[in-house]
C-alpha cells in the first residue's frame, strides 16, 4: 500500500479564517513533506519532517504552521492567509530523507481558495 | 544548485514508445535523478529514478548519459492514460537537502 491521504478535498477560506490540512499515511515512513503548487507551474517545498521533527522550512511565511503530532500524521495550519495562497497543497512521505535516494509518495492534495 | 531543463510539450501516437529528455547539466556526483508525472491536478506518481546507471522498472526505462547531464525517460508503449506532465527532479540528499523540479513536460499520446 502506498497510499497517502489527504483531507480535505477542497477548502475556502477567509482571510481571517484559521483551518487545517491534514495528511496521513500508514506506510511507516519517517519522512514527510508539505508542497504548494500554484497552476501550470511544478510543486515547490515547503517543509520535510523527518522522525517527527522538522528539518527543512523553505522559508515560507509564519502563516502556515506545520505540525507532525506523529509517525503517521502530518498537518498543516493556516491563518491569515492571503488570496496569493491560493493554490494546491501537496503532501508526501518517504521511508527515510536525506540520502537522496528516497522515493516520495504524494497524497492527492487539497486544493485551496483564499478570499 | 542544479536545474533542470525539458521542453515544455511533446506529443506522441499511441503504442508508440515516448521518449522525454531533461537537462540537467550542473548536476553533482550525489544527486539522483527522478521522475515523476502529474495527471490533471492530481497528486505526482513516482516513475522512476537512478544515480549512474540506466534503469528499468514495469512503467518506464531511465537512460542517463555517461557525464550524467542529462537523462531519457522512454514509456515503450505509451497509451491515451499516460497523457500527463513529466516531471524532472534533480535531487540532493544529506545535510544539504535539495530538490529541485524541472518546469514539467506535457506529453500528449494522441489516437
Known amino acids: 500500500d502506498t497510499e497517502v491521504t489527504q483531507t480535505p478535498k477542497h477548502l475556502v477560506m477567509g482571510m481571517t479564517n484559521k483551518k487545517s490540512l491534514k495528511c496521513e499515511q500508514h506506510m511507516g515512513h519517517r519522512a514527510m513533506y508539505w508542497y504548494k503548487q500554484k497552476a501550470k507551474k511544478p510543486p515547490e517545498l515547503m517543509f520535510v519532517?523527518?522522525?517527527?521533527?522538522l528539518s527543512i522550512n523553505e522559508s515560507v511565511p509564519s502563516r502556515f504552521s506545520p505540525e507532525c503530532p506523529n509517525s503517521s500524521l502530518l498537518n498543516l495550519h493556516l491563518h491569515a492567509l492571503q488570496p496569493e495562497d491560493s493554490a494546491l497543497y501537496l503532501c508526501?512521505?518517504?521511508?527515510?530523507w536525506g540520502a537522496g535516494g528516497e522515493t516520495q509518495y504524494f497524497g492527492p492534495g487539497t486544493r485551496l481558495l483564499v478570499l | 544548485d542544479a536545474k533542470t531543463t525539458q521542453p515544455p510539450s511533446m506529443d506522441c501516437a499511441e503504442g508508440r514508445a515516448a521518449n522525454l529528455p531533461c537537462n540537467h547539466s550542473?548536476?553533482?556526483?550525489?544527486?539522483?535523478v527522478y521522475w515523476y508525472r502529474q495527471i490533471h491536478s492530481q497528486g505526482p506518481q513516482y516513475i522512476i529514478h537512478g544515480l549512474k546507471n540506466n534503469e528499468t522498472n514495469e512503467m518506464a526505462s531511465l537512460i542517463i548519459t555517461e557525464d550524467r547531464k542529462s537523462s531519457t525517460l522512454i514509456l515503450p508503449h505509451a497509451t491515451l492514460r499516460d497523457t500527463a506532465v513529466y516531471y524532472c527532479?534533480?535531487?540532493?540528499?544529506?545535510?544539504?537537502?535539495?530538490?529541485?523540479f524541472g518546469k514539467g513536460t506535457l506529453l500528449t499520446v494522441n489516437p
Open positions: 550542473t548536476i553533482s556526483g550525489n544527486e539522483y
Open positions: 508526501a512521505s518517504s521511508q527515510g
Open positions: 527532479i534533480v535531487l540532493r540528499g544529506g545535510s544539504n537537502y535539495k530538490l529541485t
Open positions: 519532517y523527518s522522525y517527527e521533527k
